[in-house]
């Protein structure tokens, strides 16, 4: 009995807790890995009858919203590839509720994932430093477009797993009391500065962006933590002005894509020609970028059309070469809108839109009321304090205002819902400890 604990502990304990790893080694893996999770906590939860898991709020709210991207789909069924996403949707948020389980069921929060953390990102910054010194990484992998990619070659999206993982390895540090109650920290606040700069050096703007709302998010919650993360600060700043000069070479200089390409594509700089066939913002600004711009603007055109329920998952790149909405120069059509809320807009209609706008009020209300709770409490709860870690990065994933992937692709899926799993967790643990 207690080997068969021991081995469920370390397959699905650990493999929780370094699941984001197995992101890299392609979708299969990861699906195999989080259906298997699904399964053993379903059987358990029955079989235990720890029925609170499902019977919850938050397991009604993800049913809603599951629902809602379900009667898109079906209204819009197109051909099955392109509506199999929508209708085996079900599967990622229940994902979260197996991590609440599995978190609470094995408490694997021990020293071992923080070491294994630290040698797996201490291996990425130095082939990411490689990578950018002398242009290869050590598997020989090539910069592109003066872009640092490390270990995910012609997969620019480097900044956006640390940027997903990195809160994840604060949890881990928090339950071990590290970064709180110890003075021996400052290799952990190096290590994270490290990893700040190579978000920086990957030319991910909008990783890079999320990672600062992340850390101001943080601050403002955590009075625990803000000496550590104005050292963060100081530290990467000290990276971002020193490392970059050391290399012979002025290309490629991570600032220029981060602020002065930003700013020109915002202003539409040496996109002069575009300007006849679309309007900019205010007569002045792109939202984000040229194409950017056109997405939105096409997602709009599409939208008046499906307002209730949407065109379904892969309603707008089945529609957007459709000549009814396509625009001038074909501008704006995409595999999907390249903003989260304009793709549930446009894939979810009204009603799922609605949803994601009561959850981001929902994070933004439980940020607050998480900052009064840590600020009001005389001890250190390393409890509360991870809860905020999952808030802040459950917030960055839900910030509005930023370009982003496709909600429904399974990788950033999985990476969104991921951290709500640890929320849930931390959220049951307070919540029994206040009652």
């Known amino acids: 009995?207690?080997?068969?604990?021991?081995?469920?502990?370390?397959?699905?304990?650990?493999?929780?807790?370094?699941?984001?790893?197995?992101?890299?080694?392609?979708?299969?893996?990861?699906?195999?890995?989080?259906?298997?999770?699904?399964?053993?906590?379903?059987?358990?939860?029955?079989?235990?009858?720890?029925?609170?898991?499902?019977?919850?709020?938050?397991?009604?709210?993800?049913?809603?919203?599951?629902?809602?991207?379900?009667?898109?789909?079906?209204?819009?069924?197109?051909?099955?590839?392109?509506?199999?996403?929508?209708?085996?949707?079900?599967?990622i948020p229940l994902f979260a509720f197996s991590i609440w389980f599995i978190l609470n069921k094995f408490l694997t929060f021990d020293k071992k994932i923080v070491i294994f953390y630290s040698i797996f990102f201490l291996i990425i910054i130095f082939d990411s430093l490689i990578q950018y010194f002398y242009g290869k990484n050590l598997v020989g992998y090539e910069m592109l477009y003066d872009r640092v990619s490390s270990f995910f070659g012609k997969e620019l999206i480097m900044g956006g797993f640390i940027l997903r993982t990195l809160p994840i390895f604060l949890i881990y540090l928090v339950m071990n009391d590290i970064l709180i109650k110890k003075n021996n920290n400052l290799f952990f606040i190096i290590l994270i500065s490290f990893l700040c700069?190579?978000?920086?050096?990957?030319?991910?703007?909008?990783?890079?962006?999320?990672?600062?709302?992340?850390?101001?998010?943080?601050?403002?919650?955590?009075?625990?933590?803000?000496?550590?993360?104005?050292?963060?600060?100081?530290?990467?700043?000290?990276?971002?002005?020193?490392?970059?000069?050391?290399?012979?070479?002025?290309?490629?200089?991570?600032?220029?894509?981060?602020?002065?390409?930003?700013?020109?594509?915002?202003?539409?700089?040496?996109?002069?020609?575009?300007?006849?066939?679309?309007?900019?913002?205010?007569?002045?600004?792109?939202?984000?970028?040229?194409?950017?711009?056109?997405?939105?603007?096409?997602?709009?055109?599409?939208?008046?059309?499906?307002?209730?329920?949407?065109?379904?998952v892969k309603g707008f790149r089945y529609l957007c070469r459709n000549k009814i909405y396509i625009l001038e120069n074909d501008d704006g059509c995409s595999t999907h809108p390249h903003n989260t809320y304009v793709q549930i807009l446009t894939s979810n209609g009204l009603v799922g839109f609605s949803i994601l706008i009561f959850a981001l009020f929902f994070i933004i209300r439980e940020i607050f009321v998480c900052r009064k709770r840590i600020n009001s409490s005389k001890e250190i709860n390393k409890y509360q304090i991870s809860k905020a870690i999952a808030l802040a990065a459950i917030f960055i994933n839900m910030w509005p205002l930023a370009p982003t992937g496709n909600f429904f692709n399974n990788w950033l899926s999985i990476f969104y819902f991921y951290?709500?799993?640890?929320?849930?967790?931390?959220?049951?643990?307070?919540?029994?400890?206040?009652?």
Do not use: W
């Open 1 to 91: 009995m207690n080997s068969e604990i021991n081995l469920s502990k370390l397959f699905f304990g650990y493999g929780i807790a370094i699941f984001p790893l197995f992101l890299l080694t392609g979708p299969l893996i990861p699906e195999i890995i989080m259906l298997c999770v699904i399964l053993y906590s379903f059987f358990f939860i029955i079989k235990e009858k720890k029925i609170q898991f499902y019977k919850n709020r938050y397991f009604i709210f993800f049913g809603i919203f599951y629902l809602s991207i379900f009667f898109s789909t079906i209204l819009n069924f197109y051909n099955f590839n392109n509506s199999i996403n929508g209708l085996l949707y079900f599967r």
């Open 197 to 312: 700069f190579i978000v920086y050096l990957s030319g991910e703007r909008t990783s890079f962006a999320l990672l600062i709302l992340f850390f101001f998010t943080l601050f403002f919650i955590l009075k625990y933590l803000r000496k550590t993360i104005i050292f963060v600060v100081i530290s990467f700043i000290c990276f971002a002005t020193i490392l970059p000069n050391l290399k012979v070479s002025e290309n490629p200089n991570p600032a220029k894509r981060m602020f002065e390409k930003s700013y020109n594509q915002i202003l539409g700089v040496g996109e002069e020609r575009y300007e006849k066939n679309k309007k900019k913002l205010f007569s002045k600004i792109y939202i984000f970028s040229h194409d950017h711009h056109g997405h939105y603007l096409l997602s709009y055109k599409i939208f008046k059309d499906h307002m209730i329920f949407g065109t379904g």
């Open 419 to 435: 951290p709500i799993g640890f929320y849930l967790f931390f959220n049951f643990v307070n919540e029994k400890k206040i009652s």
